[in-house]
């Protein structure tokens, strides 16, 4: 049993006077409005699940501190005001420390006299030694001994050259290797032009045959009407006919009666030749074609059971619905599929749970809507009910003047009549603003278990498929009753 307030709320020990801020384990400097409603809502929903381990005097002061501070910060004005406190007495406990009046630019400007000669450090190597090194001598060559004047005659003494600074003379570079070098690529260029020249526009056929030791060459081109034959005299050849090139690639041709071949284009027509009577024509017919067949994969099949991911979503949305958690309730439905496979028995709750994400976010919307198109100083006339004054309408409360007293509402604590009354001009669509609102109705933090009953019994009267987007309302209804506490 928790009997101490820093046992219950994330305050230090002996803090029995705690701010709205640490009420909620917030910082007051880097709290955000999103932030602090997150903090305010996991707060609430953790007393509740812990309020049979707290002391029953415990649990009136908890509820009392925890009402004011969530006022307070729902508030901006007054959420800003105690900033600004808690600030200031921060401040008054730790004082700056004033600095010593000093020059500004002295920390800039460098200690030492600019103007000063700056020292020059000798280098080691021009010091000179503390004490001379005494030199010794050199030894003395002993003085050459005196040669005969005779003794020079019939020596020639040949003449000293003259030593001047040595020119390596530059050797001239020889053209033979790049002269060279060009014939080489001249020579393979006109080689493979005369190859290609032969294989394109060269003779047809040649023709070798042999009579009185002289073998007759004769070249046959379709285009002309009679051959032309070249004698050209081999003694004691063998009779065999021999086939041998007329057109040399190098040299040219052979024939210098022969007119020049004609040029043929890049792609020459084919020219085609009856045969004669003594040809025999050979066609070369091309094997048919095997196309070998294409094996198409089976497609892959289509899964009939709800992904495991898609489960998890849906159990982290029933704690949310059940803990009126709605920043997570909204994210958390929009995440789950429009559709599922019909096979799977679990598809069906699953949907039902994401229509309930989906309709208490969307009528809470609506809610925020209808507060905020109240003009302040304005009237709302309730049926049986005295006129309600509106002093002012946020997104998250309503200040509203109530038996000549002003009365602050947050958004989750409006009771569910005014709620009606706020909605019914942004949700235009009678049923489904019905079947949202007995939704809201359920999620309402203070619900109890009769309201939520009764929300359940009004959804199973509403026609099931009237609500645009869900499947059955009855399987809507089936789920917030398995929701309750005691199921």
């Known amino acids: 049993m928790h009997t101490e307030l820093h046992h219950v709320l994330p305050i230090q020990p002996g803090n029995d006077d705690p701010n709205a801020f640490e009420v909620f384990g917030l910082s007051p400097i880097k709290s955000e409005p999103a932030a602090i409603k997150l903090a305010i809502e996991q707060t609430i929903a953790r007393l509740k699940d812990e309020k049979s381990k707290i002391d029953p005097q415990l649990w009136k002061r908890v509820v009392t501190l925890v009402r004011e501070s969530k006022t307070t910060l729902a508030d901006k004005d007054a959420r800003e005001t105690l900033?600004?406190?808690?600030?200031?007495?921060?401040?008054?406990?730790?004082?700056?420390?004033?600095?010593?009046?000093?020059?500004?630019?002295?920390?800039?400007?460098?200690?030492?006299?600019?103007?000063?000669?700056?020292?020059?450090?000798?280098p080691k190597d021009l010091e000179q030694p503390s004490a001379p090194e005494p030199l010794i001598p050199a030894p003395v060559a002993p003085a050459p001994k005196a040669i005969p004047a005779d003794a020079l005659d019939g020596i020639a003494i040949p003449d000293q050259p003259q030593r001047g600074p040595s020119r390596r003379k530059r050797k001239k570079r020889s053209l033979l290797g790049p002269a060279m070098l060009f014939a080489a690529s001249f020579a393979m260029v006109a080689i493979l032009g005369g190859l290609a020249y032969f294989l394109l526009a060269g003779p047809n056929r040649i023709a070798v045959s042999g009579d009185d030791g002289r073998i007759s060459i004769s070249k046959t081109n379709p285009s002309e009407t009679a051959d032309r034959e070249i004698s050209v005299g081999v003694a004691n050849e063998t009779e065999?006919?021999?086939?041998?090139?007329?057109?040399?690639?190098?040299?040219?041709?052979?024939?210098?009666?022969?007119?020049?071949?004609?040029?043929?284009?890049?792609?020459?027509?084919?020219?085609?030749?009856?045969?004669?009577?003594?040809?025999?024509?050979?066609?070369?017919?091309?094997?048919?074609?095997?196309?070998?067949?294409?094996?198409?994969?089976?497609?892959?099949?289509?899964?009939?059971?709800?992904?495991?991911?898609?489960?998890?979503?849906?159990?982290?949305?029933?704690?949310?619905?059940?803990?009126s958690q709605w920043i997570q309730m909204e994210q958390l439905s929009k995440q789950l599929p429009a559709s599922l496979p019909e096979t799977d028995t679990r598809s069906k709750p699953i949907m039902a749970i994401g229509a309930i994400g989906d309709l208490a976010s969307y009528f809470r919307g609506a809610l925020i809507r209808g507060m905020v198109a109240q003009p302040t100083a304005s009237t709302i006339s309730l049926e049986g009910r005295s006129a309600i004054g509106v002093v002012e309408a946020k997104a998250d409360r309503m200040v509203l003047r109530i038996g000549g007293k002003n009365v602050t509402y947050p958004i989750d604590e409006i009771p569910f009549v005014l709620v009606q009354f706020l909605v019914r001009e942004e949700i235009t669509d009678a049923a489904t603003r019905e079947a949202s609102q007995w939704i809201y109705r359920y999620v309402w933090p203070l619900a109890t278990e009769s309201h939520k009953r009764e929300a359940i019994e009004r959804l199973r009267m509403i026609d099931p498929t009237s609500v645009e987007g869900v499947e059955s309302l009855v399987d809507v209804a089936d789920q917030l009753d398995r929701l309750l506490p005691n199921q």
């Open 240 to 323: 065999d006919e021999v086939e041998t090139p007329v057109r040399d690639p190098v040299m040219g041709t052979l024939m210098p009666d022969t007119p020049p071949p004609k040029i043929a284009s890049a792609m020459p027509k084919p020219e085609v030749n009856p045969p004669k009577a003594d040809q025999t024509t050979t066609v070369d017919v091309p094997e048919p074609m095997v196309v070998e067949p294409i094996e198409v994969p089976p497609l892959a099949e289509i899964s009939t059971e709800v992904p495991e991911d898609i489960v998890e979503i849906s159990e982290s949305l029933k704690k949310a619905i059940q803990q």
């Open 83 to 122: 900033r600004k406190e808690l600030s200031q007495k921060v401040e008054q406990q730790n004082p700056p420390e004033e600095p010593a009046s000093h020059d500004p630019l002295a920390d800039l400007l460098p200690t030492a006299n600019p103007t000063a000669a700056m020292p020059v450090e000798k």
